[in-house]
């Protein structure tokens, strides 16, 4: 039971003084990269599954 209290209070004090946190700043920063990288993705995605859609008809069509 001591190894887990010892394990917590160390675990604690590491996550307050040995982690660096970003930013707000970074943090808002590298959360729009990911949103805006995230859309492009998801366009391209759809766009490709429209082509092949249009592509299977016409193959399909023959």
Known sequence: MEKLKL???E???ELLNKV???TWESLFAT???VII???IFTILVFIMSLLSNKLMDIV???
Do not use: H, Q
Request: no cysteine; hydrophobic share 35%; charged share 10%.
């Open 7 to 9: 394990y917590i209070k």
């Open 31 to 33: 959360t729009r990269v």
């Open 37 to 39: 990288a995230t859309l």
């Open 20 to 22: 660096t946190w970003p």
């Open 60 to 62: 399909y069509s023959i």
């Open 11 to 13: 675990s604690y004090y």
